[in-house]
């Protein structure tokens, strides 16, 4: 499950527009915050996988990936096969793109824990 991030006031950063110029996880543990993670379709997911006939492991990212607000492409991005514009990225309150992750970065993390988990299968 992969949260979005979208709302800065999310984060308790009332200046912020966005995900863009976040240069930092979310690093209090102890914060409480909602960043658009569906958890009824998360119990729904977890539920399906720990009934399934073949075993299926469910790797739980969600809550690691929720406090990577700094995470996202923002406005280094493309939009329709192109990079932004410097006036596009300008106006991050329009372009920036906080639902996408950067590469390298968590993807990195999430293959990690995937890998991790299959060769202690083995």
């Known amino acids: ?31 409480q915050f909602n960043v658009g993670t569906d958890r009824r379709l998360f119990a729904v997911a977890a539920n399906i996988t720990g009934s399934m006939k073949v075993p299926v492991h469910f790797i739980n990212i969600t809550k690691l990936s929720e406090y990577r607000k700094d995470a996202h492409t923002s ?16 106006d ?13 970065g968590l993807p990195d993390t999430w293959n990690e824990f995937l890998y991790t988990r299959i060769i202690s299968r083995t």
């Open 1 to 31: 499950m992969s949260p979005l991030h979208i709302k800065s006031l999310d984060w308790e950063n009332p200046d912020g527009i966005k995900c863009a110029k976040e240069t930092a996880p979310i690093l209090d543990v102890s914060m």
């Open 75 to 90: 406005v280094y991005t493309i939009r329709q096969g192109k990079m932004l514009t410097p006036e596009q990225q300008a």
């Open 92 to 104: 991050p309150a329009t372009f920036a793109d906080c639902i996408h992750w950067c590469l390298p």
